[in-house]
């Protein structure tokens, strides 16, 4: 059974750091790409970064570029999320997801449960 545990989300101020970490069990981690997904109330989920854990090929959203850095340690079979240079606009409820990187960002099948980010302005 695929399962993805998010961790790391917190109250921080703007211009602050945090970083969350995504441990997935129940499949071949190298064969996946691992990422997030951010969503507000009112507005759609949208896709942040996603690492392909095979060749380690990291994709970002135009609005995490620069700031947000995704980072893969296939022993322990987790993704981390460091994110630097917050924003009150970064407040959402960040989801970890997986897939084949062919699936991404737009039919990710796989999802853990939502850790959230509140960045005070």
């Known amino acids: 059974e695929v399962q993805l545990q998010a961790f790391g989300g917190g109250l921080v101020q703007a211009g602050g750091s945090l970083r969350l970490s995504c441990t997935a069990t129940?499949?071949?981690?190298?064969?996946?790409?691992i990422g997030w997904f951010r969503q507000t109330p009112g507005k759609e989920r949208e896709w942040v970064t996603y690492?392909?854990?095979?060749?380690?090929?990291?994709y970002y959203a135009d609005s995490v570029k620069g700031r947000f850095t995704i980072s893969s340690d296939n022993a322990k079979n987790t993704v981390y999320l460091q994110m630097n240079s917050l924003k009150p606009e970064d407040t959402a409820l960040y989801y970890c997801?997986?897939?084949?990187?062919?699936?991404?960002?737009?039919?990710?099948?796989?999802w853990g449960q939502g850790t959230q980010v509140t960045v005070s302005s």
């Open positions: 129940g499949f071949t981690f190298a064969f996946y790409a």
């Open positions: 997801a997986a897939d084949f990187v062919s699936s991404w960002p737009t039919n990710v099948g796989f």
């Open positions: 690492i392909s854990n095979g060749d380690g090929t990291t």
